[in-house]
């Protein structure tokens, strides 16, 4: 049964203070890797996808990175702002539907 | 480009009744696909859509059924209503649901009382 992990559960941070969020996989045939950002009662805001080991991307204070294993979310430089549940999600194997891991919940205190 | 839209935001309930949600996908896209979010199981696939088609189901009861219309707006329907059915639903949409992004709506947020 494909598995999705996602750690810390819970992250608090002051702004400024770099950190990363891990999640990490047990698949055959990774199609791709998406995280999602997720505010308070709102559906989840599309982030990154990535597709293949090495793989990185950027944006803004935030960046991906993709191994085969597992994938980091980097927040750089944090502001309140950034305050949220991020959510990875993994499509796999003949499977197009992703799963989702349990989240991330990121609070920046000022 | 408009975003994924849902209707209603939000809904109450009792137990026993039946409700639907609608959802309006980007437009272009052709896949819609419903999630069940709930703080104890995070997120959950209900069912999938395209052209019309119920192309993947989750593990969920037959109360949970859905349709998709010709212009690939979705609806959901579930049937007797119960008190573990109280969640935020969920639609996504993506051009063809196969190696897309999906992109979410805001959600409707049902509580059954």
């Known amino acids: 049964e494909d598995q999705v992990t996602q750690s810390p559960e819970a992250l608090r941070l002051q702004e400024g203070e770099s950190s990363s969020l891990n999640c990490s996989y047990t698949?055959?045939?990774?199609?791709?890797l998406f995280w999602y950002r997720q505010d308070p009662g709102k559906g989840p805001e599309f982030l990154f996808t990535?597709?293949?080991a090495g793989e990185e991307k950027e944006k803004e204070r935030l960046k991906a990175t993709l191994t085969k294993k597992e994938s980091f979310l980097h927040i750089t430089a944090p502001k309140p702002e950034d305050s949220a549940t991020y959510l990875c999600?993994?499509?796999?194997?003949?499977?197009?539907?992703?799963?989702f891991g349990r989240g991330t919940s990121l609070i920046v205190h000022p | 480009k408009a975003g994924v839209t849902q209707t209603p935001r939000y809904l109450i309930k009792t137990r026993g009744q039946q409700v639907t949600l609608s959802c309006s996908p980007i437009?272009?896209?052709?896949?819609v696909s419903w999630y069940q979010q709930t703080p104890g199981q995070g997120l959950q696939f209900l069912f999938e859509?395209?052209?019309?088609?119920?192309?993947n189901k989750g593990n969920f009861p037959g109360r949970f059924s859905g349709r998709q219309f010709s212009n690939s707006r979705s609806e959901m329907n579930v049937s007797t209503l119960e008190l573990g059915d109280s969640a935020l639903y969920l639609c996504?949409?993506?051009?063809?649901?196969?190696?897309?992004?999906?992109?979410f709506g805001p959600g409707t947020r049902l509580t059954v009382l």
């Open positions: 996504a949409s993506s051009t063809s649901g196969r190696e897309d992004t999906q992109y």
């Open positions: 698949v055959s045939g990774l199609r791709g």
């Open positions: 990535l597709y293949s």
């Open positions: 999600a993994v499509q796999a194997g003949g499977s197009y539907i992703p799963t």
């Open positions: 437009s272009g896209h052709r896949s």
């Open positions: 859509y395209f052209s019309e088609t119920q192309r």
